[in-house]
C-alpha cells in the first residue's frame, strides 16, 4: 500500500513563507474599498479590543500566562489588541493587530509596550492611514493616556 504524502498546512504555507505582512493587509484593504458594503465611509465605527487566543502547549512564541476573566482561569494564549472596521451595511473586518509581550518576554529587539502603548499604536496607524470614523471601545482602554490620544487627534 502506497502512503501518500503529508499535506502542508496552510497555516504552516503562511509562517513558513515570505510574506510581507503589511504589504499583504495593505492589498486586503485596498480590496475591500471596491464594494459599497466595506469601502470607508465617515460614518462607520473603528472598534478597538483585545483577545486572548488559548494555545495547548507552552513552546509557542510569545504566548504566556494571562488571567482570563470570562472563564474564570489562567490560560496559555497569545494577547491580540484588534482595531476593527464596521461599515453601516453591518459588514465588518479587521484592519490590524498587535500582539502583547509581558515584560519578561522583551528584549533590546522587541521592548515592552503596555496595552495603552499598542493601543496608542493603532490609532495613530488608523490616522495615518487617513481611514474614517468614530472609535469604540470598552471601558478598559477608558484611561488618561488613551483618551488623551484622541484628543490629540481630534477623533470621535
Not at 512564541?61 to 489562567?74: I, L, P, Q, S
Request: aromatic share 12%.
Amino acid at each position: 500500500m502506497r502512503r501518500c504524502a503529508r499535506p502542508i498546512l496552510p497555516q504552516r504555507f503562511l509562517t513558513e513563507s515570505p510574506w510581507e505582512p503589511d504589504r499583504l493587509n495593505d492589498h486586503r484593504l485596498e480590496w475591500l474599498q471596491h464594494d459599497p458594503t466595506t469601502c470607508y465611509r465617515q460614518d462607520s465605527v473603528i472598534p478597538i479590543d483585545n483577545t486572548l487566543i488559548d494555545h495547548d502547549g507552552k513552546l509557542i512564541e510569545d504566548v504566556g500566562y494571562f488571567w482570563d476573566h470570562a472563564e474564570v482561569r489562567h490560560l496559555i494564549a497569545h494577547d491580540y489588541l484588534f482595531i476593527t472596521y464596521v461599515n453601516p451595511s453591518g459588514k465588518h473586518y479587521p484592519l490590524a493587530l498587535r500582539s502583547f509581550r509581558k515584560r519578561e518576554q522583551c528584549d533590546d529587539t522587541h521592548p515592552f509596550q503596555s496595552h495603552t502603548d499598542l493601543t496608542k499604536h493603532l490609532i495613530d496607524w488608523v490616522v495615518a492611514e487617513g481611514i474614517p470614523g468614530d472609535f469604540t471601545f470598552d471601558s478598559y482602554f477608558t484611561n488618561g493616556p488613551i483618551m488623551n490620544h484622541f484628543q490629540r487627534h481630534n477623533r470621535g
